[in-house]
């Protein structure tokens, strides 16, 4: 039998073994593909001083490759019987945690500021200093180049992905395992049928990029559709400038509500906004953009000008 034929059997057996049922309604599919494993952690591109954020290690297979790579990985299960399980397998790894929680509502900038002193190399000298002390690492989170891993369960894919967003001060990169159409939405460009509201979040605070096409096969139980993995680089600033962040995304969120609507007719109708339908027009002709767009031929520059705008009002 190949080894391809081999690893769905074994894994059930695995699970059969240690008595866990794999649970649909928190969009459990566990990836099985030892490929496509090592592709992920080649992508995280882990070094010796790297903290992982991993999210819903499952059975712990893609956990043990990141913690031969990194410093300390933290991984994530909203299970308890995985939990269990995992803290079984993966005794022998020192550097992993297993945390029991909901990724939702953990702060995760909290969770990694409190973490104990771990001592890292310092390459250029050799030297050993403490990230907590004010060693060559001096900040805890971006200086420590702090990771998301994750392969991410379907139904609540956007929410995580805001979630990770707003910690984004303390990540320099998250590379998620998506479905393949939530991917293409985070890449996509104006004038695309892909293009929406999550293209513009994402790409204001990262530059995202699919690294790895992923087919349900590589999945057990398998999921309806393919999937993907991206990798957004956490950028040090937002993409573009606004004024006000918040009234940024609510046009964003305004022109995409409706998207046949032109934007005289989204901006002026929405409640978020407050504004009259003559006003919008005076700003849209500031803004040197055509009332009759839409907002799905609107770039990145052109909703930060336009919010910009408003924000003067």
């Not at 995280?44 to 990194?70: R, Y």
């Not at 707003?166 to 991917?183: D, P, T």
């Not at 022109?255 to 046949?260: D, M, P, V």
Request: glycine residues 4%; positive net charge; hydrophobic residues 40%.
């Amino acid at each position: 039998m190949s080894r391809e034929m081999a690893l769905p059997k074994i894994t059930k057996e695995f699970l059969r073994k240690h008595g866990i049922r794999i649970k649909k309604r928190l969009g459990q599919n566990f990836l099985i593909d030892e490929g496509i494993l090592n592709r992920i952690v080649e992508v995280a591109d882990l070094g010796k001083d790297d903290i992982v954020i991993e999210i819903g290690p499952g059975m712990g297979t893609l956990t043990k490759k990141l913690a031969e790579k990194a410093q300390k990985v933290l991984a994530i299960e909203l299970d308890e019987n995985l939990v269990k399980l995992l803290k079984e397998t993966l005794r022998p790894y020192s550097n992993i945690e297993i945390i029991h929680a909901d990724i939702l509502k953990i702060n995760l900038k909290k969770l990694v500021t409190q973490l104990p002193s771990y001592p890292v190399t310092q390459f250029k000298t050799g030297k050993l200093a403490d990230w907590r002390t004010g060693g060559h690492l001096a900040k805890p989170g971006r200086a420590n180049k702090v990771k998301v891993v994750a392969n991410l369960p379907y139904y609540i894919t956007t929410p995580i992905i805001i979630h990770l967003l707003k910690a984004r001060k303390i990540l320099s990169s998250i590379v998620i395992m998506v479905q393949k159409e939530v991917g293409r939405r985070m890449i996509a460009k104006p004038r695309t049928k892909d293009y929406g509201a999550l293209s513009l979040l994402v790409q204001y605070y990262t530059r995202p990029q699919i690294t790895v096409k992923v087919p349900r096969s590589a999945f057990l139980p398998e999921p309806e559709v393919d999937s993907c993995v991206v990798n957004l680089e956490v950028l040090e600033k937002p993409a573009v400038e606004v004024k006000d962040e918040e009234l940024f995304f609510k046009v964003v969120r305004a022109a995409f509500e409706q998207r046949r609507k032109t934007l005289k007719n989204a901006l002026s109708r929405t409640k978020d906004l407050k504004l009259s339908k003559k006003k919008v027009l005076e700003i849209l002709e500031k803004a040197d953009i055509k009332s009759l767009r839409r907002g799905e031929t609107l770039s990145l520059e052109e909703f930060a000008r336009l919010s910009n705008l408003i924000a003067e009002e």
